[in-house]
C-alpha cells in the first residue's frame, strides 16, 4: 500500500494502518471518547518508546489536559479558559 492509497482507502482500513504503526490494538481504545483515540494511542506508543522514561507528573499533566480539552468541546466551550476544579 502506498501512502496515496491510504487517503482513499476507507476510514476503517485508515485506522487500522495506523493502531498498527503505533502498535496499538484497537481494543486498547474501547470506551474512549472518539476525539481522543488518536491522542491516547499516540500517549502509549511514546510511553512504550521514550527513552529515558517519561516522569509520572508529565503524564498526569498531558492526561489532565486531554481530559479537559474533550470536556471543553463537549460543553462548546470556546472561551479557551481551562477550569481544573
Given at each position: 500500500?502506498?501512502?496515496?492509497?491510504?487517503?482513499?482507502a476507507?476510514?476503517?482500513?485508515?485506522?487500522q494502518?495506523?493502531?498498527?504503526?503505533l502498535?496499538?490494538?484497537?481494543?486498547?481504545?474501547?470506551?474512549?471518547?472518539?476525539?481522543?483515540?488518536?491522542?491516547?494511542?499516540?500517549?502509549?506508543?511514546?510511553?512504550?518508546?521514550?527513552?529515558?522514561?517519561?516522569?509520572?507528573?508529565?503524564?498526569?499533566?498531558?492526561?489532565?489536559?486531554?481530559?479537559?480539552?474533550?470536556?471543553?468541546?463537549?460543553?462548546?466551550?470556546?472561551?479557551?479558559r481551562?477550569?481544573?476544579?
Amino acid at each position: 500500500m502506498c501512502i496515496s492509497d491510504t487517503y482513499e482507502a476507507d476510514p476503517a482500513v485508515r485506522l487500522q494502518v495506523c493502531l498498527e504503526t503505533l502498535g496499538v490494538q484497537e481494543e486498547t481504545l474501547e470506551g474512549v471518547p472518539a476525539p481522543l483515540r488518536l491522542p491516547v494511542a499516540v500517549t502509549c506508543y511514546w510511553l512504550r518508546m521514550a527513552s529515558p522514561e517519561p516522569d509520572l507528573m508529565l503524564l498526569k499533566a498531558l492526561l489532565m489536559v486531554m481530559v479537559q480539552g474533550e470536556l471543553n468541546r463537549q460543553e462548546g466551550s470556546d472561551t479557551g479558559r481551562w477550569h481544573l476544579w
